[in-house]
């Protein structure tokens, strides 16, 4: 069955950086699409970033562009968000996610948490 695990999440000051990643299994994990969704406090999830099967073409919600860059290993089976010059605004638990034969599929989500 599809299981996606994030990791890296934590506790950072401003205008620092964080490594999330998403390790995958039980599909073919270089033939489709991932994208990062975060969800902050009082929100609805919202959509970050995605990569393209292969890695060659990435989209980025405007609020994140220039700062964040997903990237995915396909040997190794993981997706990444480097995450730079964070905000207090980018506070949110952080999801990977996975379009699948017709089905949605999530990880269990990453805390990260931007504060001084």
């Known amino acids: 069955q599809v299981q996606l695990v994030e990791s890296g999440g934590g506790l950072v000051q401003p205008g620092g950086s964080l490594r999330l990643s998403c390790q995958a299994s039980?599909?073919?994990?270089?033939?489709?699409?991932l994208k990062w969704f975060r969800r902050a406090p009082g929100k609805e999830r919202e959509w970050v970033a995605t990569s393209t099967s292969r890695g060659v073409r990435t989209n980025y919600v405007d609020s994140v562009k220039g700062r964040f860059a997903i990237s995915r290993d396909n040997a190794k089976n993981t997706m990444y968000l480097q995450m730079n010059s964070l905000k207090p605004e980018d506070t949110a638990v952080y999801y990977c996610n996975v379009w699948y034969y017709g089905s949605d599929y999530w990880g269990q989500g990453t805390q990260v948490t931007v504060s001084s």
């Open positions: 039980g599909f073919t994990f270089s033939s489709y699409a």
